[in-house]
């Protein structure tokens, strides 16, 4: 009955390789978004899909590419990994146009890049 | 740009004492505003939150009123508990285009029995 799910939970890996993390989301929603939380807890938003369109997309670089196969999965692909891409990477997803717009996080996947 | 700012932490108390956690904005138009809490080891959770001035949003215990002359949003609770120990992030959403959310920092509370 998980609203939002990601995987891995966890995620260790060698700098230079690539890597992916996927979302899932059953809660019917057609906004999701990847946000990715330092060590000092700060959070900020990288990505956000709507209907499988990328409509924001943040000051990222190119390494990190996200992809919406559909409007419930999306997936973030990481190249050449760096030691500076060791965070917490949290799914979120909503409705658009709902009163709130109320954002529902997924559990994270910690990612450690050595 | 739209920003938050958050009372830096950690914030320790004793069980049943009170607690406020301060949250200033800065937001082009009229935003709304959030909390989210950070239980150990899992994501966020939606506290509570209010869309304008004057709403106050209120969820187990814990209450914030959007101030607009103040551009605030303090959290408080009247008596904490141990299981309250977790990291609150302050967020504003501004209400044109595609709204994302932007967080403030986070402050962590840490509740002793």
């Known amino acids: 009955d998980t609203a939002v799910s990601q995987t891995p939970k966890y995620l260790v890996t060698q700098m230079g390789n690539d890597k992916s993390i996927k979302c899932e989301q059953n809660?019917?929603?057609?906004?999701m978004y990847w946000y990715k939380q330092d060590s000092k807890k700060f959070l900020k938003i990288m990505f956000s899909y709507n209907n499988k369109e990328l409509i924001i997309n943040e000051t990222v670089p190119n390494r990190f590419s996200p992809k919406s196969p559909d409007k419930a999965h999306l997936n973030l692909h990481i190249n050449s990994l760096e030691l500076g891409d060791s965070a917490v990477y949290f799914c979120?997803?909503?409705?658009?146009?709902?009163?709130?717009?109320?954002?529902?996080f997924g559990p994270g996947t910690r990612l450690t890049v050595l | 740009g739209d920003s938050v700012t958050q009372m830096e932490g950690p914030v320790t108390l004793s069980e049943e004492a009170f607690l406020t956690i301060n949250c200033t904005y800065t937001?082009?138009?009229?935003?709304?505003l959030f909390w989210y809490v950070q239980y150990p080891g899992e994501g966020l959770q939606l506290l509570l939150k209010?869309?304008?001035?004057?709403d106050k949003g209120s969820n187990k215990g814990f209450e914030a009123t959007y101030r607009k002359e103040t551009t605030s949003f303090h959290l408080e609770k009247g008596s904490v508990q141990v299981s309250d120990s977790a990291v609150y992030f302050c967020?504003?959403?501004?209400?044109?285009?595609?709204?994302?959310?932007?967080f403030g920092t986070g402050t962590r509370l840490l509740v002793s029995p």
């Open positions: 979120a997803s909503s409705q658009a146009g709902s009163s709130y717009n109320e954002q529902f």
């Open positions: 937001a082009t138009g009229y935003p709304s």
């Open positions: 967020a504003l959403r501004v209400n044109t285009g595609f709204q994302k959310l932007v």
């Open positions: 809660l019917g929603h057609d906004t």
């Open positions: 209010a869309t304008k001035a004057d």
